[in-house]
């Protein structure tokens, strides 16, 4: 999608720091992290969100969350969350779906 901004940092259009990049996926650090860790990891495919999900794309959502556990096994985390959110009023603010990695401190429950 041409005015995506998370497909334009998946194709290196706009800067972005780097956690991890493969035919696939593409993960980076958060501009505003929450977290000590905070990154995202994205499919390089346009999906819009979780709601988005279908078998035709569901195997780049496995993908996504083996990227997930090796870089966190890569960077020594063990004690991490992974969030979601699917639509405004849930808190997405690119429709463009997105897992948030956090870690380094402790997560609260209710989330919020």
């Not at 005015?3 to 958060?30: R, T």
């Not at 979780?50 to 870089?71: K, L, P, R, W, Y």
């Not at 992974?82 to 209710?110: E, I, K």
Request: aromatic share 8%; with cysteine.
């Amino acid at each position: 999608m041409s005015d995506c901004l998370f497909c334009k940092i998946a194709a290196g259009e706009i800067p972005s720091n780097k956690v991890y990049e493969d035919d696939l996926v593409y993960a980076f650090y958060d501009i505003d992290p929450q977290a000590p860790t905070h990154f995202l990891v994205i499919p390089k495919a346009h999906i819009g969100s979780c709601g988005e999900i279908t078998a035709e794309n569901s195997a780049v959502m496995a993908h996504a969350f083996e990227v997930i556990s090796q870089v966190t096994r890569e960077m020594g985390i063990t004690d991490f969350r992974v969030v979601s959110n699917c639509g405004p009023q849930a808190g997405q603010s690119v429709p463009h779906l997105h897992f948030h990695v956090l870690a380094g401190r402790d997560m609260t429950w209710p989330p919020g």
